[in-house]
């Protein structure tokens, strides 16, 4: 049996747009780069701040210091120099290194639910909220993982907490947790 094989002139692009089109697109998931980031270990049987109420539970965010490394070169010795300009001797210099604290270490305790609280359906509800903002792409699975952290990371920064511990603050703003009625 003979094959006898013809040649195509079909661009790399064109066949790969041919296998996607073949694919199902609900399986396609853009990659989270934010998601990778993120570390394994988020909530953790943290002390709570001093003054906490009793049974309620604890976030906590710490910024490290930033520090900056200045070198500087400090005059030793000045330049030796006639009076028509000609130098007998230059400078001599010598360099010295310096450590400012640009920016203080700071540590923020916010309060969030409690772990009664984080059940599959909180989590499925918490990655719809998300997701219907604009911060959630990945599939609703109930599950606390990457991609869903990087998504409460990314919904808590613009309001000055860069953590993917969800506050309880937020919790109430995506409508998870109930809001205390004011009197």
Known sequence: MKFR?????????????????ACDPVDLQAPDLGALREPD???????????????????????????????????VQPAEVLADGTVISPAIYRSETL?????????????TPCDAVWTEEFTASLQRALQARGHYGGKITGLLDKRTRAAIRRYQAPQGLDSSILSLEAARQ???VAVARQD
Do not use: D, Y
């Open 5 to 21: 094989f013809h040649s195509c002139r079909i661009s790399g692009l064109a066949m790969v747009l041919a296998a996607l089109a």
């Open 41 to 75: 270990v988020v909530r953790s049987a943290a002390k709570a701040p001093p003054g906490a109420a009793p049974g309620t539970c604890w976030g906590r965010q710490v910024n490290p210091a930033v520090i900056e490394t200045v070198t500087e070169q400090v005059l």
């Open 99 to 111: 450590q400012r604290i640009v920016t203080e270490r700071r540590e923020t305790w916010f309060e």
């Open 174 to 176: 995506l409508g998870l």
